[in-house]
């Protein structure tokens, strides 16, 4: 029998390193976020709950303006639904309403009833905003709560309704100008807010304006 020539030897070594490449390229692991399709802020959450000024306060908050596309549930709209499917007069419960991922940051948006309007004194870190019932807001999240009277929620007292917004991970420092952290958080709070307001079809969209404000109360 004849030794295999170097040529074929070479040929033979090819072909195994381009089958194991192509072996490794076709496993089922899921992509990771740096992979994953990115949008800008505006699109995020069902495309209707991150106004323009929230989107621009996104990129203030985690200094991108490109985020991982959110998943299909990950709306307003149906946060409102799962709200309303579990709603009762002095019931509380809590839900999320979206995550948003950007390359080094997370934000979690979520939904809370309330049994009664705010009456406790906040943690020394917030300032208080004139906002809703009551607004929240400091360099690592915000909290605003609204009053919301509608038909798809029953009772002769209003619900009262809390969105959150806070960073996800792990605990570290907020970079940045504190105050215009703050601004931003509750800009983005503000927007979730008001889009959950006015999905649940709340007479006067809960008290909340079209533009948030910013002042302390």
């Given amino acids: 029998m004849r030794e295999p020539t170097v040529g074929r030897m070479l040929v033979g070594t090819v072909a195994a390193v381009t089958l194991l490449v192509g072996a490794v390229g076709c496993g089922g692991s899921e992509p990771d976020h740096a992979e994953a399709a990115t ?36 709306t307003v709209a149906n946060a409102a639904q799962e709200l309303t499917d579990g709603f009762a007069p002095s019931v509380t419960g809590d839900g999320d309403v979206c995550r948003i991922y950007a390359p080094d940051d997370e934000l979690r948006i979520t939904w809370q009833l309330s049994g009664s309007a705010p009456t406790d004194d906040p943690a020394s870190k917030f300032t208080v905003l004139k906002m809703g019932e009551r607004a929240l807001t400091a360099t690592d999240g915000s909290f605003l709560r609204f009053g919301c009277r509608s038909g798809k929620l029953t009772g002769t007292e ?60």
């Fill in 158 to 217: 209003p619900a009262h309704i809390d969105i959150g917004v806070e960073r996800g991970g792990m605990p570290t420092e907020p970079e940045g100008d504190p105050d215009a952290l703050k601004d931003a958080y509750a800009t983005v709070a503000h927007s979730f807010s008001l889009a959950m307001a006015k999905e649940l079809g709340c007479k006067n969209d809960g008290g909340l304006q079209a533009a948030p404000s910013l002042d302390p109360a």
């Fill in 39 to 74: 949008v800008a802020g505006a699109d995020l959450c069902g495309g209707d709950a991150v106004s323009a000024d929230a989107a621009e306060a996104l990129r203030v908050i985690t200094g991108s303006s490109r985020f991982e596309a959110s998943g299909a549930k990950s």
